[in-house]
């Protein structure tokens, strides 16, 4: 019925391995990547010394982990302390199971894809993947029965199935547009040129410019890239494990090669929502404009090139951010998920629901109004008001029982005196009880 | 159901893979007793006594989690109706749109009650 | 539509009850007074009319759902005991025109004569309904009111006493009301439902369906006119509450027993009724000896009185279920005759209680000689109670009597017996009471014989009692057209005389 | 190659995606379009829309002004289904409506009609603060009883006007169940009536540890029920391959399929609305929800729930299971028994006015259940049918129930309601009036003529009769003549017992809301007594028929 | 196609989830027995439509899921409520009423 029916057992068997062999070179290769680039954009080397370029670094850690000793908390739950990896590790692999690298080609002398499976519901599969790795994390937490590996847990799970709504609601476009979920169909259809109009004329024009879901649906697309750094607890979104707060979250009781594993999981991961986001926003294993013009660039063969690009350029993305973005407070973290990413996506999805043919236009004007409301001049209202400290009044160190910092232009009491202005007053801090229920 | 095969078969292989390299760095990997080693992290203090599950956590989380439970489901109903979008007769995109209006209240109703504040 | 005069009858009193309810104090009693004479006169006035033979005959669609209607119709019988329910009440009233002063009460006496009033509307209805739902609401509604009455006036055990003269009521009310929704049943396979009684009374329901049917229907009687057996709440409530609530209980609203037996059992299940016959006659000669043999031992003096009374409605029972024209007759006449006996006996030991301050038969002795013209009552009272001849209560008992004998000789034997036993325990209570050495704590008790106002409440009834033992005509005239109908509608013959002995 | 589209090869695959610029000719394929009735529908959409109305309203309107706007608008809302429902039942739109899942059928409009009555008197409850400006629900609901937090919401004022949606979301589920036409509607319209309902149960001022302790088992309780009712459904759908009522129907006249799926089926189905009636094996939840649940919700859930219930059931069974009766009369009938005997046993050992009244719904369930076995269809010159009386039932009991715990929320001591028997001792001298109304109410209660309690049990025990069912009748009757004893229990406390000092409640006067509810069931427990000829030959006849 | 398979494990599913309901104390871990009963249900639905032809089932097990999760939203309020009141989640510890 279809192409992928027909493939014979030997090449199902070749594709697997070859596909599972590709992700941990690759993911090896990530490590080192990322350490690299951010060691450039620090002005630091990063790894160099063992093999060529330092290429064999992460090579190293790995062996490294593996001969460490591997032990488990004496509280920790035997089953569920074992099960939580191998969740994690085998979900981050099984994603990329419907992920294309490039079109229909021959292979020994079968006419196959580049790709390891396909199903009507692919996309869809892929989320529901995903979801299963957030169990590994959970189960990871609970079962150290520790207190920092719980908190962490149970934020990085907050987290993660917040940003996996907007994350869903962007795919939704996606299928919207492209009628169906089938990973290969989604890239296929971005492969058609983009026809505009001018708008209340009869004029078209082409430009040869393919028809990238990033481009037709750009609000979509920038949801998407925002929701794929928080599902993967990445910088400057790693509230989980952030170690100033949590040690490690919910890794905190891992070690030796079971906490490799959450270690490999997350750079698959990274490379699994770049995957998808290249499937459905970048044109997958499509030729880049203006190389699709020319129609030796859109061989078959080559798709795995455009596809790795593509990726590679991505996950420089999650570098990039890393190397300079600070982390969020967590309730900044949790207020853009839930207050501003599902509320856009809503309105995104109702405008693209009912006039899907004006995605640019309405693109456009749901950005001037994001701009608009959640613009520069509205922060203030968003903020809650920090009255300005008097200061006048000296800094009260203890305020509400907990030892504070001076707010700008308060002095610490020691200083009364030593520095100019400062001066001693009645201390009356100003604890403002404030209803939760509004 | 040809289809899945592939995935089965990625899925052993992950598998094996997790489980013998975990396997592996049992055995390969030293196991010196330490008392202390084994007792949960907390900063070199006496570790706090937890009741397995956790204990008690904000409420906080409660509520996203409902609200994720709410919004998956939307998107779940979302699902086939997207792919099928350009095949529905104009009242059944309305009735989509009426859903994400009706979904759209309780979310303003939750924003307005401040149920997604963080403090 | 004529001039409803039977609706306003019935409605009368209930209307004075509500009127009551927004008032307070002796003008309440007034007032209430005025609408019990008022209804009194009414009552008086239908019962003339009826004798005079205008059709009273009300009828109105009402439930249409389930052939329900608001009928009003004054049979014989209906006439008869309508009479006596608007005579009685104002007896009452003025008998218990202090019920309110008591320590006991619970109320003022302005809430006895609202409930009082209510009660007789009830009554009315009752007595006056043409369709057997509109009868059964009335049936039941009469019990709260009675409720009420006992519970809130009389002895300290009164609540009790209410309880379980509500139980015993609500009970066979509801296995009535099952007999309703068979009713019900029947009347709307056979196409369109109704309950008016005369439909009901052509369709001839019988067969297995009617038995149970009659089954249902008598149970709530017999427990209402108190047979042997389900009777034990009369005791108890007579004993507990007011003179005046048990005239009306036993007076009045244990009449609706019988009246329904009459009224419903025999018309509508004819085929049923001759089926029960042979079975309630035992019944009713077992409660006329029983009633008689408990009043022979009973040391109350209330206890007593309605210990008789479930004697005397064995009687009118067996009257009924004679099936003669003259027995039903005679039952008939009794109904009217038994309310105004009973009423004279209940007030007059009420107003032996109310002296005494106790109503055990060994707390009395010898109050001839203080209170003259109370014994002199009592025994005028209580010879009608036996059934004296030259009383009312004499003629009708001799038409039962006299109706049975012809099918039922030996079951009359049993039931003179009964009348032996009435003189006996009759006499044995004057004589323990009134004759013999005045004891001392009947010298200090009993100070001041009847005053003028008890006079003027005996007075009536015992004239009436002794006016319808010689004059029985007019009534009884009423009463024979009554029963001709019954014995009609349940399409038995009397029995020739000469054949009495083939036809048993 | 550069523009060509590719086409797939097959057929099993979702067609090809379409671009929507060119795309011009758009034809719908294969889904026909969906058509509303959207004026015999209105009534439920006017409670849809303004239940979500309210909640936009809680989000926007400033807390002072929410009381206000909140109580209006349910009142408004509910009035106005009421209206349209009326409107539409005398047009005789009687139609199989929204692609047939809802039956609109004077059973429907019968049952609707009770429902929003009960619905308005829903409302009034609700809207009661006359005591102290306090509602009955908590102030916070989210807060941890007795917490400091719950004292400062307590101090500033805070109410929950959300009440007033989820009241509005209950009735709606309640409607939806009574017309449901298809077994997957009435399972979700279960779950909307529910799940407002187990909100409201948690949410009592007084007693709030209790409250949620009720909420929880009526909670846990009541999703088993749906639980096991869904799976029912599920084997009713493997038997005749449609969730359609009428499918059902026609399988079962075909007689295809597996008949122990079907029994099963059958079985597991009638457990959740049996549930839902407080029927007994499955009447657990009853007394503790109605206990601890604050008293106006107590009120409503009593009447309503119930109404809903039994006209699922009636509706399930009447017209998707109707060739099966002779099985499942049987069941019902021994479960009518069961629930009359439990419930008026139980209750003669209570001394708590809300756990008697709750015992006394289980008895009435048992007697509603009565009328249900007897299955005497609506036609023409049949008097009364079983819908019809069962209906009239609902509403007489419904009217009661509503005054009486009006009445309940009033009699108070210390600030909170005194629900124990012995505060109401002589409530007949403190408050005459009250007293009466409290009389009235249990006499209808306990089916004394007069009231509109009796005809109520008249018609039904009469359409059980009429359905060949005479001795299941004289068991109700039984029953009802022992369910008296405690319903003359609350009198005699009232009027023939004197006050104990120390327990005794006072009547505090509440505002026009319950005084309007108690004048109006009041004066309709006393009419319906003595005049219900028009209303039972409208409740009775034809006009009270299913369709399929 | 037979639905046989489908509803026998549908019936131990369902039956796993009565008894998880019926013996574990845990209000959540009885919640979560019916939410496996709603599954359950699911399972059996799907089954049918497959044996039927016919869609109805599968949209059937659409509206559970949803149900489910409003069930879900509300059970969980419900027992988060009761759980910090008196921090215990054991339906024998709800004793405050009895008979």
Not at chain 4, 389 to 414: C, E
Not at chain 4, 423 to 439: D, E, F, H, Q, S
């Amino acid at each position: 019925m279809d192409l992928f029916f027909q493939d014979p057992w030997w090449l199902i068997l070749i594709k697997v391995v070859a596909l599972f062999v590709i992700l941990l070179l690759w993911t090896i290769f990530n490590v080192w990547y990322e350490r690299r680039l951010v060691g450039k954009m620090q002005h630091r080397l990063g790894p160099i010394m063992n093999g060529p370029f330092g290429l064999g670094q992460a090579l190293a850690d790995g062996a490294k982990l593996l001969a460490k000793e591997d032990f488990r908390p004496k509280n920790a739950d035997k089953w569920v302390f074992n099960l939580a990896p191998i969740l994690t590790g085998v979900a981050a692999f099984t994603c990329w199971t419907v992920i294309p690298f490039g079109g229909e080609v021959e292979m020994f002398g079968v006419t196959t894809r580049l790709q390891l499976t396909d199903t009507p519901v692919a996309a869809f599969f892929i989320m529901a993947v995903a979801s299963i790795g957030i169990y590994g994390i959970v189960l990871a937490g609970w079962a150290g029965n520790s207190t920092y590996s719980f908190l962490g847990s149970i934020r990085s799970t907050a987290q993660m199935i917040s940003y996996e709504i907007s994350m869903g609601l962007s795919m939704v476009a996606v299928f919207i547009m492209a009628g169906t979920m089938s990973t290969s169909a989604i890239v296929e259809s971005q492969r058609e040129t983009i026809q505009f109009q001018i708008p209340w004329t009869d004029i078209q024009f082409d430009l040869g410019l393919s028809g990238w879901y990033a481009l037709l649906l750009f609000p979509s697309f920038v949801i998407y890239a925002i929701s794929m750094v928080g599902e993967t607890n990445r910088a400057p979104f790693d509230l989980p494990e952030c170690e100033s707060e949590l040690v490690s979250g919910y890794l905190t009781e891992y070690s030796g090669f079971r906490y490799a594993m959450f270690f490999l999981a997350e750079y698959i991961n990274m490379a699994t929502v770049s995957a998808v986001c290249t499937t459905l926003f970048l044109g997958g294993y499509l030729a880049p404009w203006p190389l699709n013009l020319i129609p030796f660039m859109n061989n078959a063969w080559l798709g795995p090139i455009w596809f790795v690009l593509k990726v590679q350029l991505l996950f420089s993305v999650f570098v990039w951010l890393r190397g300079t973005l600070p982390r969020l407070r967590y309730d900044q973290f949790m207020d853009l998920g839930w207050k501003v990413l599902i509320e856009v996506s809503l309105i995104w999805i109702v405008m693209i629901a009912i006039f899907p043919q004006y995605s640019l236009a309405l693109a456009v004007l749901l950005t001037a109004g994001c701009y608009l409301v959640f613009g520069e001049k509205s922060k203030a209202i968003d903020e809650p008001e920090i009255p300005a400290p008097d200061p006048d009044r000296v800094f009260d160190p203890f305020a509400g029982g907990y030892p504070v910092p001076p707010m700008p232009g308060q002095v610490l009491p020691e200083l009364v005196g030593v520095v100019a202005g400062a001066k001693e007053d009645d201390p009356t801090p100003a604890v403002e009880a404030e209803g939760k229920d509004a | 159901m040809n289809l899945y095969i592939p995935i089965v078969g990625m899925v052993i292989l992950a598998t094996v893979f997790v489980m013998v390299s975990m396997a592996l760095s049992t055995v390969v990997g030293p196991a010196r007793y330490n008392r202390a080693k084994y007792d949960s992290y907390e900063c070199g203090i006496q570790p706090t006594p937890q009741p397995i599950g956790g204990g008690r956590f904000p409420v906080k989380y409660y509520i996203t989690a409902m609200m994720f439970i709410v919004f998956d489901i939307e998107v779940v109903f979302l699902l086939p109706w997207a792919v099928s979008r350009n095949q529905l007769p104009t009242f059944a995109i309305g009735a989509m749109v009426v859903f994400l209006v009706l979904f759209f209240i309780p979310y303003l109703y939750v924003l307005r009650r401040r149920g997604l504040d963080w403090d | 539509m004529p001039f409803p005069l039977l609706t306003i009858l019935a409605l009368l009193p209930i209307l004075g009850s509500l009127v009551l309810l927004a008032l307070k104090g002796p003008v309440a009693r007034l007032v209430g007074y005025g609408f019990a004479l008022t209804t009194a006169i009414l009552g008086v006035l239908a019962f003339i009319l009826h004798s005079q033979g205008a059709a009273l005959a009300e009828q109105a669609q009402w439930i249409p759902a389930i052939g329900a209607y608001y009928a009003l119709d004054l049979d014989g019988m209906g006439a008869l005991l309508v009479l006596m329910t608007v005579i009685l009440v104002p007896i009452v009233l003025l008998a218990e025109w202090k019920v309110g002063e008591t320590e006991n009460a619970r109320w003022g006496t302005g809430t006895f004569v609202a409930l009082a009033l209510l009660l007789e509307g009830f009554a009315l209805f009752v007595f006056m309904a043409g369709d057997v739902l509109l009868f059964y609401l009335a049936f039941e509604a009469t019990l709260i009111p009675t409720y009420f009455l006992i519970a809130g006036f009389g002895g300290v055990r009164r609540r009790a006493a209410a309880l379980k003269f509500l139980i015993y009521s609500l009970v066979g009310g509801l296995v009535m009301l099952v007999a309703i929704a068979g009713l019900y049943a029947v009347t709307a396979a056979e196409g369109t439902p109704t309950f008016l009684i005369n439909d009901l009374a052509t369709l001839g329901i019988d067969g297995t369906i009617g038995r149970w049917l009659f089954v249902g229907f008598f149970f709530a009687f017999a427990v209402k006119a108190p047979m042997a057996g389900l009777h034990t709440w009369l005791p108890d409530a007579a004993e507990q509450a007011t003179p005046g609530t048990s005239t009306l209980l036993v007076g009045i609203l244990d009449k609706i027993g019988t009246f329904g037996m009459i009224r419903i059992c025999l018309s509508v299940f004819p085929e049923a009724t001759q089926w029960a016959t042979p079975l309630i006659l035992i019944w009713a000669v077992v409660s006329v000896l029983y009633g008689a043999i408990m009043a022979f031992g009973a040391k109350d003096l209330l206890r007593l009185v309605s210990y008789t009374s479930i004697s005397h409605f064995g009687f009118m029972v067996f009257g009924i279920f004679a099936l003669t024209s003259q027995s039903i007759s005679g039952s008939i006449f009794y109904m009217l005759n038994h309310g105004l006996s009973t009423a004279a006996m209940f007030l007059v030991v009420g107003f032996m209680i109310a002296r005494r301050g106790s109503a055990d038969i060994d707390a009395f002795g010898g109050v001839q000689k203080v209170a003259p013209v109370l014994a002199g009552v009592l025994l005028t009272s209580g010879l009608t109670a036996l059934a004296l001849p030259g009383m009312g209560s004499f003629v009708s008992e001799f038409l039962v009597m006299a109706g049975a004998w012809q099918r039922y000789p030996i079951h009359t034997a049993f039931i003179t017996l009964g009348m032996v036993l009435a003189a006996v325990y009759v006499l044995r209570m004057y004589l323990r009471t009134m004759t013999g050495p005045v004891t001392e704590q009947v010298s200090t008790h009993i100070t001041t014989d009847l005053t003028l106002r008890e006079k003027a409440v005996v007075a009536p009834l015992l004239i009436l009692l002794i006016v319808f033992g010689f004059f029985p005509k007019p009534l009884l005239s009423v009463a024979d057209d009554a029963a001709t109908q019954t014995m009609a509608l349940v399409g038995v013959a009397d029995p020739a005389p000469q054949v009495q002995e083939g036809n048993r | 190659m550069t523009r060509r589209r590719r086409r797939w090869p097959s057929s099993a695959w979702p067609t090809p995606p379409r671009r929507f610029r060119k795309a011009t000719d758009d034809q719908p394929v294969g889904i026909p379009a969906a058509t509303l009735e959207w004026m015999e529908l209105s009534p439920l959409l006017v409670l849809l829309i303004a239940g979500s109305l309210g909640i936009l309203l809680e989000a926007l309107v400033p807390r002072s002004a929410r009381y206000v706007v909140q109580s209006g608008l349910a009142l408004l809302s509910v009035g106005a289904a009421l209206a349209l429902t009326v409107i539409n039942w005398s047009a005789g739109n009687i139609l199989l409506a929204g692609m047939d899942l809802v039956a609109l059928d004077g059973a429907a409009y019968l049952f609707w009609t009770v429902l929003l009555i009960a619905g308005l008197g829903g409302v009034a409850l609700f809207a009661e603060r006359g005591y102290g400006g306090q509602s009955a629900f908590a102030s916070s609901a989210a807060t941890v009883p007795g917490s400091p937090l719950e004292r400062e919401a307590d101090r500033q004022g805070n109410e929950h006007t959300e009440i007033f949606p989820l009241l509005l979301f209950a009735l709606f589920g309640m409607m939806l169940f009574t017309s449901a036409n298809n077994l997957l509607v009435l399972f979700v319209a279960v779950e909307i009536l529910s799940l407002p309902l187990y909100l409201l149960t948690a949410m009592a001022r007084r007693r709030r540890l209790l409250s949620q302790e009720a909420a929880l088992k009526y909670f846990l309780l009541g999703s088993l029920a749906s639980a096991i009712m869904l799976y029912g459904v599920a084997l009713l759908y493997g038997y005749a391959g449609s969730l359609q009522l009428s499918g059902l129907d026609q399988a079962l006249a075909a007689g295809a399929g597996s008949r122990p799926l079907l029994l099963t089926g059958l079985l597991l189905t009638s457990v959740g609305v049996l549930f839902k009636m407080g029927a007994v094996p499955f009447h657990a939840w009853t007394p503790d929800a109605y206990m601890g649940a604050p008293t106006p919700v107590t009120g409503f859930m009593a009447v309503a729930t119930k109404t809903a219930a039994v006209a699922g059931l009636m509706r399930v069974f009447y017209v998707g299971l109707g060739a099966e009766q002779w099985t499942w009369q049987i069941l019902f009938a021994t479960v009518a028994i069961m629930t009359m005997v439990l419930g008026v046993t139980v209750a003669l050992s209570q001394n708590d006015i809300k756990r008697l009244l709750a015992y006394s719904s289980i008895a009435h369930a048992g007697f509603i259940l009565v009328g249900v076995v007897g299955a005497v269809p609506a036609a023409e010159g049949v008097a009364v049918s079983s819908v019809g009386a069962v209906a009239f039932y609902m509403l007489t009991y419904g009217i009661a129930t509503l005054g009486a715990f009006a009445i309940v929320t009033m009699v108070r001591r210390s600030g909170g309601e005194a629900n124990s028997i012995d505060a109401w001792k002589g409530l007949g001298k403190r408050n005459p009036i009250v007293a009466a109304l409290m009389t009235l109410f249990m006499l209808s209660f306990a089916g004394i003529p007069l009231t509109a309690g009796f005809i109520g049990k008249l018609t039904v025990f009469a359409s059980a009769w009429a359905g060949g069912y005479g001795w299941l009748v004289l068991v109700a009757v039984v029953m009802s003549a022992i369910a008296a004893v405690f319903y003359f229990k609350v009198i005699v406390a009232m009027w023939f017992q004197d006050a104990d000092p120390a327990s005794v409640g006072i009547v505090e006067v509440p505002s026009l809301w319950t005084w309007c509810l108690l004048a109006v069931t009041g004066a309709a427990t006393f009419i319906l007594g003595i005049i219900p000829g028009g209303l039972l030959t409208l409740f009775g006849g034809v006009t009270s028929q299913f369709i399929r | 196609m037979s639905p046989e398979g489908y509803l026998i494990l549908s019936a131990i599913l369902f039956a796993v989830g009565v008894a998880g309901f019926l013996l574990r104390r845990n209000a959540i871990i009885a919640f979560m027995s019916i939410e496996l009963m709603l599954n359950a249900t699911n399972l059996a639905f799907v089954g049918f439509a497959r044996f039927h032809g016919n869609l109805e089932g599968v949209i059937a097990a659409f509206f559970v899921m949803v149900v489910a999760a409003a069930e879900v939203v509300v059970g969980l309020a419900i027992i988060v409520a009761v759980y910090r009141a008196r921090r215990s989640a054991s339906v024998d510890d709800a004793n405050l009423m009895k008979f």
